[in-house]
């Protein structure tokens, strides 16, 4: 049993900040990897980032590289998004999950390679 809970979306304004969280249950150290996906209205579900839980290797789609920034606390099983002089095309419901297998770079792209998933979380971005 793996079960993700997401938290810390709301409303913003243009250039501010917010910081989600994915609390973990279950065997979270069994994962190779957690990821943060995205869905806007009316769009695919797209890949935000990505931190391995072991070694902490980081990837981060070119969309929020260098606004955003995932972490992990391996003693509390969360992973973190902290996210940075936020866009209105950010908006968006968030996604935690997890995947078992080894990916690199675009191969942790597709959302069916990852076997679990949170109830996602909203971030609205105002203009």
């Known amino acids: 049993q793996v079960q993700l809970v997401e938290s810390g979306g709301g409303l913003v304004q243009a250039g501010g900040s917010l910081t989600l969280s994915c609390t973990t249950s279950?065997?979270?150290?069994?994962?190779?990897?957690w990821a943060w996906f995205r869905q806007a209205p009316d769009k695919e579900r797209e890949f935000v980032a990505i931190?391995?839980?072991?070694?902490?290797?980081?990837y981060y789609a070119d969309s929020v590289k260098g606004r955003f920034t995932i972490s992990r606390d391996m003693a509390k099983t969360t992973v973190t998004l902290q996210m940075l002089r936020l866009k209105p095309e950010d908006t968006a419901i968030y996604y935690c999950?997890?995947?078992?297998?080894?990916?690199?770079?675009?191969?942790?792209?597709?959302?069916?390679?990852?076997?679990?998933w949170g109830q996602g979380t909203q971030v609205t971005v105002s203009s």
């Open positions: 931190i391995s839980w072991r070694a902490g290797v980081r």
């Open positions: 279950g065997r979270a150290f069994g994962s190779y990897a």
């Open positions: 999950a997890s995947r078992n297998d080894y990916c690199s770079g675009y191969g942790c792209y597709a959302t069916n390679e990852y076997n679990y």
